[in-house]
């Protein structure tokens, strides 16, 4: 959300420009220690600037996640306890916020994300048992190239990245600052265009014609929306030093909707491997076991994007369809052997659901009733 003003870009453009001048004055590196003390000053005053009580409330959900951590580390007999009470504070602040309407919505900016990198906190101090330093967290959180929509990025690797001197050569320069121009040229002109197209497609006497204009045009919108500000957010941060996961991995070529997944919000899919489908299942699991865990996983990746009737059908929808993927053993197609018509034809299916799902993404029950009636009608 911060990509579409100037004040908030120039002021990225600043840091990453006092770096580059530094690394200029220093023989060809900056100490790890001044960035990190660069990233905190400009993490905190870049929160303030946008509200101070954005910054109050972070600053104490970070204290209580870094006590998580601790507490984990500290006692071991508890342990499991401490990571289970931790996880059930993250997700209850959340719904707190979802549920209690009155209460400051400024200060749910970017909560959803920050979420799941607290959780994967409590995950590295759980299973790795590796102290991570305060400051080091508290970076971590505050890291504003990703803050509000991601990539999520992973402790161990950010960690990793901190403790290194910044010395970006010429070429990741000029790649980075090429993938932001990119990014901002799919978020100010192209979803700019494809807005007012979608609307006027919307207001349409729809039928099965309309109905399918609306939700593709809409499933591209929602493509070079996110995967804009993903590519912005990946340049600033591999800007200032750091490894930052790939969001889109050509997910139109998806065979399946499983490899769809690996693909669509790949850091997403991956925290939910990661962080709960490692952990519900197990080796050598049936096929109902794997499709009953990714139909849970489904519907929580709904309910992460909001409390509502909506989300949830969105959640359920992709859910079946992974359940159907696993149970009838066509969760991927083998590029190399597939004919190429039988690939790129799975592809096109897999797409064509995609599209449709966006119906869940409307911005009430009456507009997706309304696509969906369309279908009936030619």
Known sequence: MWYLNVSYILALCGLVLVLLALMRVTSGSVNAWVRKLLLLVFGVGFLYAYDPALLGFYLGYIAVNYLFTLA?????????????????????VLTTFRLAHELNLLLTVGLIYNLLKAI???????????????????????????FTSGPILKLKDFDDDLGKAYKPDAARVEVSTKRIIEGLFK??????????????????????????????????????????????????GTLLGFRIPENFKKPFSSPTFTVF????????????????????????????????????????????????????????????LLLLENL???????????????????????????????????????????????????
């Open 72 to 92: 984990i580390l500290s006692v071991p007999r508890g342990k499991k306890t401490t990571f289970i009470a931790s996880i059930v504070f993250n997700v209850g």
């Open 120 to 146: 994967d906190a409590q995950y590295y101090a759980y299973y790795v048992e590796r102290r991570v330093a305060v400051l080091h967290f508290l970076l971590y959180m505050l890291f504003i190239p990703t």
């Open 187 to 236: 978020k100010i002109v192209l979803v700019a265009l494809l807005w007012p197209l979608y609307n006027f497609l919307l207001a349409k006497d729809l039928n099965i014609g309309w109905s399918t204009l609306v939700l593709l045009t809409y499933y591209i919108l929602l493509y070079f929306d996110f995967s804009g500000y993903s590519d912005i957010a990946i340049g600033f």
């Open 261 to 320: 997944w690996r693909n669509w919000h790949a850091s997403l899919g991956d925290w939910f491997r990661d962080h709960v489908f490692l952990v519900l299942s197990r080796r050598n699991m049936s096929r109902m076991v794997a499709g009953g865990v990714s139909l849970l996983i489904m519907i929580g990746v709904g309910l992460w994007h909001g409390f509502d009737w909506l989300f949830l059908g969105w959640g359920l929808y992709h859910g079946v």
């Open 328 to 378: 009838l053993n066509l969760t991927t197609v083998n590029k190399r052997k597939a004919h190429p018509a039988y690939y790129w034809s799975r592809a096109l299916v897999t797409n064509a659901g995609v599209a449709f799902g966006t119906i869940y993404f409307s911005k009430d029950l009456a507009t997706a009733g309304r696509i969906l009636h369309g279908f009936t009608h030619w």
